[in-house]
């Protein structure tokens, strides 16, 4: 198991239930590879250096995880396909 820093900018016109299960996406998908997510921090609706999808502004989410270094790879498909997220980073620790 690695540990890995995950940061996660979530559409900003989303309402809160929708913004949880997009979170509870995310954390299912790390558990269900055999990860463990350490923390989950909100950073709150920041401005945007440059427009992304239209958007100005977007929720920033930080997760810290530990997972198999095999399940990043579909991590990031799985992100890229989520529609409520906009952009993510995913670093190992």
């Known amino acids: ?3 890995y820093e995950l940061v ?3 559409h900003p016109d989303l309402d809160e ?3 949880n299960q ?3 996406k995310i954390k299912d998908w790390i558990t269900k590879a055999g990860g463990s997510i350490e923390s989950v921090d909100n950073w709150g609706k920041k401005h945007l ?9 977007g929720v920033y989410y930080f997760l810290k995880a530990a997972m198999p270094t095999a399940a990043v790879s579909d ?5 890229t396909i ?8 995913i670093v190992a620790k």
Do not use: S
């Open 1 to 3: 198991m690695h540990n």
């Open 8 to 10: 996660v900018i979530i």
């Open 17 to 19: 239930e929708a913004i």
């Open 22 to 24: 997009a979170l509870d």
């Open 49 to 57: 250096a440059y427009e992304i999808q239209k958007q100005n502004e």
């Open 75 to 79: 991590l990031e498909r799985n992100l």
């Open 82 to 89: 989520l529609e409520p997220v906009m952009r993510h980073l």
